[in-house]
């Protein structure tokens, strides 16, 4: 009777130990997704930069989406697709094939005696 | 060794495992992503701060430029951040006082800008000892002008008291009177509101024109 007892208890610590474990640990834990802040974080600092070397004010005055671009692809990683897209109201999304998208936009208020509000997005995908 | 013994060695066990969990710790990985999108908030709240004390330079050249530039920019910036779900309230105090000669009335041009999403019911401006007292709707514009004779340069306060079904604020403007001298004052209260949470600035940007 003393070692049915004593094989019960086992039984009842190996139940509580693996019933513990599997409540702890049966939800999937999810990654949070660090890449698109990190990359929303670069193309955001890059448009910065390009502002401050005088390298995107003009550009985004005469809508010259392709110069800015160009300015990017040097700055940003090699294995994110972008597209450039500027507007002077609200922005109009383009469409793409992806399902995992996402922009960074800067604003810009015009330039010396000119002013002319415009917002330069830059839209990523992997 | 008696049974109860392995009870308490899985009780052991599963306080470690627990412990385990925790040393994982999915909140601070969370955290430090909740702290990186704040960043990112914050560098685009700055973009905006900077380009609103730009538009009163970029139009120097023109007071009245200035002050209808800042808040058509004004308007600009609240529907671009609409558009991603992120509200854009301010309140903008712009004053310009043409060249002033020593104790000679110079007028004092103030626009104010409701754009704080409610209606301000009380709005005092009080001004070289003068004070107005008005209402303003969210979105509109007020104009009103002050007089002011100085003799000496020197430092006047502007004083700035409204309430809101909300609440009430007292906003204080330090305008330097300088003789011989033209100048263009802004005071802004922005604030950049979204499901991360708030940025918000007060600050005055002085620009002498002559």
Known sequence: ?126 | MKGQMFIVAALVMIITIVGLKDSLSLQKILENQRHLVSGFDSLEFQNIRSEMTRVVQNSFNSTSGMTDDLNNFNSFVKDSLQTKNIEFDSFLVELYYPVLQPSTNAVVNVTVLNSLGTEMKFLNITFNGTSGTFALSNGNILRTSFTINTAVSVNQTMNIFYNTSASSQTETVTVPLTLGSSKYVAFYDIRYINSGGQQSDKFTTVLTLV
């Open chain 1, 1 to 126: 009777m003393k070692g049915v007892t004593k094989t019960l208890e086992v039984v009842i610590a190996v139940l509580m130990v693996l019933i513990s474990y599997v409540l702890l640990y049966s939800a999937p834990i999810i990654p949070p997704d660090f890449q698109s802040i990190n990359l929303q974080l670069q193309a955001f600092n890059s448009l910065q930069t390009l502002d401050a070397n005088n390298e995107l004010r003009q550009a985004a005055l005469q809508n010259d989406t392709s110069t800015i671009s160009n300015k990017l692809a040097g700055i940003l990683s090699g294995n994110v697709n972008y597209l450039v897209s500027i507007c002077t109201s609200a922005c109009a999304a383009p469409v793409f094939n992806s399902t995992s998208i996402f922009s960074v936009s800067y604003i810009i208020s015009g330039d010396v005696g000119n002013f002319n509000p415009r917002q330069v997005i830059v839209y990523m995908w992997s």
